[in-house]
C-alpha cells in the first residue's frame, strides 16, 4: 500500500478525512470527470495528481495541505494516485488536454481548465483569484 493508500475509504466518491484541515475526494474513476466539469459550473474544482514515489510530490503535497486553508464552500478538491490510478491520470490528461506531469495541479471551472502547473510552482499559485 502506498503512502496516501489508506486514506480513502474506497468508493470512488469518498471524502478522505480531513488530513491537513483538505476535504480530499479520491478521483480514481474516469467516470468522474463528468461530474467534475457539471460541478465546476457551480464552484471550481480542482485536482491533485500525486505520485507516492516521489520526493519531490511528496514535498510540494506536504507544502500545498499546509498553506491553502480551503472547504468544501471554496471548491472540490480531487487527490489522484498516479500510480494506483496511472489510467485515469492518463485520462485527465486527454479528457482536459493537459500534459501529464507529477505533481500537478489543475483548476476547472465552467467544463474546462483554467489553470494548471507543476512541480514547485504548486506552492507559489495564489489560488484566491480562482476561488
Known sequence: MGLFGGLFKGGKNDVK?????LPWIALNDREQF????????????LIFKHSTTCGISRMVLGMFT???????????LYFLDLHAHRDVSNAVAASFQVVHQSPQLLVIKNGAVVFHTSHGAI????LERFL
Open 123 to 126: 506552492t507559489e499559485v495564489d
Open 66 to 76: 499546509g498553506n491553502y486553508p480551503f472547504n468544501e464552500r471554496n471548491a472540490d
Open 17 to 21: 478525512e480531513k488530513e491537513g484541515g
Open 34 to 45: 463528468n461530474e467534475i466539469k457539471e460541478r465546476s459550473k457551480e464552484k471550481p474544482q
